[in-house]
């Protein structure tokens, strides 16, 4: 039985339709297996739709919409990958504006796969070392990040890994930077890299 590490916990797991069917479920598990309470948020209210590898797949319930979702009541987040929901996301004002409710506050964030594309456009990536699939490598740069090519990289609370193959060490590591908590944003620490897993 898994260590209820995160009892107490609120966690908010932004997406929409177009989403990694393992990157949201199988962190949402792992998250509710820890003891937190978790949220799926979305910028609409009934359920949004997986993509699972090269089809549509499962649907998901919408916990809150973006309307009335407020950071604040938040402890941590979760950004699920695929093409679809984050590039969706990421051209939505009121997605942003949630986001950078975690970012401000130096709550923890998990991104996933083509997750951090969305926090380009909060300016949350620019000196940070993090990764990602790979063919959006070159946006992150453009915004300032440091990519590297590892399963997870943790950089002051902020959680990255590349691509479904990468959940178990992605799922480890987030429970641990949401067990820590928030990170008090310092300068020195937009460069320091924690346990970057296997190539």
């Given at each position: 039985?898994?260590?209820k590490k995160l009892n107490g916990k609120r966690v908010a797991i932004l997406a929409t339709d177009g989403f990694e069917q393992s990157e949201l479920f199988e962190p949402k598990q792992a998250l509710e297996e820890a003891g937190a309470e978790v949220f799926v948020v979305?910028?609409?209210e009934g359920s949004i739709r997986a993509w699972s590898k090269k089809d549509w797949g499962e649907s998901c319930g919408v916990d809150m919409t973006l309307d009335?979702?407020?950071p604040a009541e938040f402890d941590a987040l979760v950004l699920p990958g695929g093409v679809m929901s984050p590039d969706t996301?990421?051209?939505?004002?009121k997605?942003?504006?949630f986001i950078q409710g975690f970012t401000n506050s130096g709550k923890p964030i998990a991104a996933?796969?083509?997750?951090?594309w969305t926090l380009i456009e909060t300016g949350f990536v620019d000196g940070r070392t993090l990764t990602s699939w790979p063919s959006i490598?070159?946006?992150l740069i453009n915004a300032g990040a440091q990519w590297v090519d590892r399963s997870v990289v943790v950089d002051n609370g902020l959680v990255t890994s590349r691509k479904p193959d990468d959940l178990?060490?992605?799922n480890r590591k987030m429970i641990e930077e949401f067990c820590e908590g928030a990170h008090t944003p310092r300068p020195e620490d937009n460069t320091r890299i924690q346990d970057m897993g296997p190539v």
């Amino acid at each position: 039985m898994t260590e209820k590490k995160l009892n107490g916990k609120r966690v908010a797991i932004l997406a929409t339709d177009g989403f990694e069917q393992s990157e949201l479920f199988e962190p949402k598990q792992a998250l509710e297996e820890a003891g937190a309470e978790v949220f799926v948020v979305a910028p609409k209210e009934g359920s949004i739709r997986a993509w699972s590898k090269k089809d549509w797949g499962e649907s998901c319930g919408v916990d809150m919409t973006l309307d009335i979702a407020n950071p604040a009541e938040f402890d941590a987040l979760v950004l699920p990958g695929g093409v679809m929901s984050p590039d969706t996301l990421r051209i939505n004002d009121k997605a942003i504006e949630f986001i950078q409710g975690f970012t401000n506050s130096g709550k923890p964030i998990a991104a996933i796969c083509h997750g951090p594309w969305t926090l380009i456009e909060t300016g949350f990536v620019d000196g940070r070392t993090l990764t990602s699939w790979p063919s959006i490598k070159t946006d992150l740069i453009n915004a300032g990040a440091q990519w590297v090519d590892r399963s997870v990289v943790v950089d002051n609370g902020l959680v990255t890994s590349r691509k479904p193959d990468d959940l178990a060490d992605f799922n480890r590591k987030m429970i641990e930077e949401f067990c820590e908590g928030a990170h008090t944003p310092r300068p020195e620490d937009n460069t320091r890299i924690q346990d970057m897993g296997p190539v």
